[in-house]
Nanobody, 124 residues
Framework: QVQLVESGGGLVQAGGSLRLSCAAS????????MGWFRQAPGKEREFVATINWSGDSTVYADSVKGRFTISRDNAKNTVYLQMNSLKPEDTAVYYC?????????????????WGQGTQVTVSS
């Protein structure tokens, strides 16, 4: 069983930055793709970013491309999401997820384990 714990969320002004972390336990993540998703109130969960097992392939939602960066440190069993130039529309609960496969995916249903989420609030 895999446990994923997100941290680093909080309240930030528009234009600011946050770095989310996702620490995994119970299994090494080095063989698996990881992803970040988010869900705003009243909206469906949406894809944010994904990274393959080795970290040399990443994909982003158009809405965050150029502002967010996903990365991983397999030695620390941790995945990160660096968020810059934050906008009020980035406000959401952000979830980390592990996919039991080595290649990345944009589709939430292809992820097998999820964290509890961390709140990100961007004020205007």
């Amino acid at each position: 069983q895999v446990q994923l714990v997100e941290s680093g969320g909080g309240l930030v002004q528009a234009g600011g930055s946050l770095r989310l972390s996702c620490a995994a336990s119970g299994r090494t993540i080095s063989s698996y793709a990881m992803g970040w998703f988010r869900q705003a109130p009243g909206k469906e969960r949406e894809f944010v970013a994904t990274i393959n097992w080795s970290g040399d392939s990443t994909v982003y939602a158009d809405s965050v491309k150029g502002r967010f960066t996903i990365s991983r440190d397999n030695a620390k069993n941790t995945v990160y999401l660096q968020m810059n130039s934050l906008k009020p529309e980035d406000t959401a609960v952000y979830y980390c997820a592990l996919r039991s496969g080595s290649s990345w995916s944009r589709n939430f249903y292809q992820y097998n384990y999820w964290g509890q989420g961390t709140q990100v609030t961007v004020s205007s």
